[in-house]
């Protein structure tokens, strides 16, 4: 599965899909005058459990989902880009191949494209880049933490390695446009790009760093995740919430590094920091209760610490979006990242008993819906690191919001076993455990008293709705 293989649309069996590409090509057609050569697509992802652990080194524990973004493409000999999208609401652009810039202090939807473009043009050292007509195409629900920005990006950077050929090796792409991304001030780990290009069709997949690994997880049979929208929009590179929390963990880990005689050279994130000591989540959750204090750290006490000049300081740890913060949370931020990667492990852990241990009768599952005590127990157990999960994200990370913390609740009065924020948070989706059989009265109780005033079937089926593990980005040649 290492490199994407190009496929055409008779291997589409979703007939949804199939429509909407046939859609695409029609409308590139009246667009452009002419048919796209080929169509790239990227899904977008939910997080089961491991918020803002990859920029920390850790492992993390995503599906794909089967929306994604999708983009026809046609090459010429033009030294430009047009972009287009099937939504006219967003308008079209026309950049110069030798003289674009993405500007992160005012973006717009279509800097993404050329986040991707520029990335495997740099990445790759392309003296020169064809020039491309795009049509982009996207269903991942926008701004809800299902991963819609890095879905585009991935889905750019496939197509520009595919028009310029360059060769399409998954993991190469995931960590290259990982590193896309800092073209707009994102600062992220790479867990959205990984399970991208990574993800296969049933499966989920806990993604490890450093370096980048995929396993698979097999899910338990019995159980359902719910996606549900806050109706807060998350949009991650629009304010500096999210390069703040990946400075203070940065920060954090030198701190603790330089009380523990540890070189900081090899301290530069939680990981590496645990791996220099040969300590367990245990002994590091015990350090931080012992070496860092809970009241806010100046910026001044910080460098005094470190024995380091405010400059060096702003350096090393800051990003433009950040140069001005002079107060940071090491305390609390350091204690959710190694309680989430301890939860990570044990979700996994958990599903990989469930899925090897011949001793369980599988028989048993099947009484009463599936109600079997021992598929229960795990179920339980899954959404108990679920909701263990928010907890921490909201009162320790601080990235969840009134909205969603309400909606976790609603879900679990509603049934859900576990209930947790995905993706960046202050805004964006929930996901929860659902027992299968009790799938659709937890649709029905949420619909009524969450999404009351949403008559339309399909703007309701973008805001709830269950879904599985899909397949990770492919190439579709049409001509």
């Not at 707009?184 to 499966?203: P, R, V, Y």
């Not at 991650?236 to 009380?259: D, G, P, W, Y």
């Not at 309680?339 to 028989?363: N, P, Q, Y």
Request: charged share 25%; net charge negative; glycine share 6%.
């Amino acid at each position: 599965m290492t490199t994407i293989k190009f496929e055409t649309l008779q291997h589409v069996q979703d007939e949804k899909q199939l429509k909407r590409y046939n859609r695409m090509v029609s409308k590139f057609k009246n667009l452009y005058n002419k048919d796209p050569s080929f169509i790239c697509r990227a899904p977008g992802r939910v997080n089961l459990i491991g918020e803002h652990i990859d920029y920390c080194g850790y492992s993390v524990l995503p599906m794909a989902i089967t929306q994604d973004v999708s983009i026809a493409v046609r090459m010429h000999n033009e030294n430009k880009i047009n972009i287009a999208n099937v939504n006219d609401y967003y308008g079209k652009a026309e950049v110069e191949l030798s003289s674009y810039q993405v500007d992160s202090s005012n973006l717009s939807w279509y800097h993404y494209v050329l986040c991707g473009h520029k990335g495997i043009c740099c990445e790759e050292k392309l003296s020169s880049c064809v020039g491309m007509e795009l049509l982009v195409d996207g269903n991942v629900p926008k701004a809800a933490g299902m991963s819609s920005s890095s879905a585009l990006v991935c889905a750019s950077g496939l197509v520009t390695a595919v028009a310029n050929q360059v060769p399409t090796d998954r993991f190469r792409l995931a960590e290259v446009c990982a590193r896309c991304e800092r073209f707009i001030g994102t600062q992220g780990g790479g867990m959205d790009q990984s399970i991208s290009f990574l993800a296969e069709q049933g499966k989920a997949k806990i993604i490890g760093f450093k370096p980048l690994t995929v396993e698979d997880v097999q899910l338990p049979n019995k159980g359902v995740f719910v996606v549900a929208n806050s109706r807060v929009p998350s949009e991650k590179a629009m304010t500096s919430h999210f390069n703040v929390r990946v400075a203070e963990c940065k920060i954090a880990s030198q701190v603790l590094a330089k009380l523990l005689d540890v070189d900081l050279n090899k301290a530069k994130k939680f990981f590496d920091l645990q791996k220099a000591l040969g300590a367990n989540f245990e002994q590091m959750l015990d350090h931080c209760e012992k070496l860092l204090h809970k009241e806010i750290y100046q910026r001044e006490e910080i460098c005094k610490i470190l024995e380091f000049d405010d400059k060096t300081f702003q350096e090393l740890y800051l990003s433009k979006n950040t140069t001005e913060v002079s107060e940071f949370k090491l305390y609390e931020r350091a204690k959710h990242v190694f309680g989430e990667a301890s939860r990570v492990m044990e979700f996994r852990s958990i599903c990989d008993l469930h899925s090897t241990d011949k001793s369980v009768d599988k028989s048993e599952f099947a009484a009463a819906g599936g109600d079997g005590e021992e598929s229960n127990k795990i179920l339980v157990q899954l959404g108990q690191l679920m909701n263990d999960s928010h907890r921490s994200c909201s009162e320790l990370y601080e990235c969840s919001c009134t909205e969603l913390d309400r909606l976790t609740e609603k879900c679990r009065e509603a049934g859900a076993l576990g209930s947790r924020m995905t993706g960046a948070g202050w805004g964006g989706c929930t996901v929860s455990l659902v027992r299968e059989c009790q799938l659709d009265d937890f649709m029905k109780k949420i619909t009524q008293e969450i999404y009351s005033d949403v008559s339309d079937e399909d703007s309701l089926a973008q805001m709830l709705f269950s879904t599985a593990p899909s397949q990770g980005a492919a190439v579709y040649q049409l001509a």
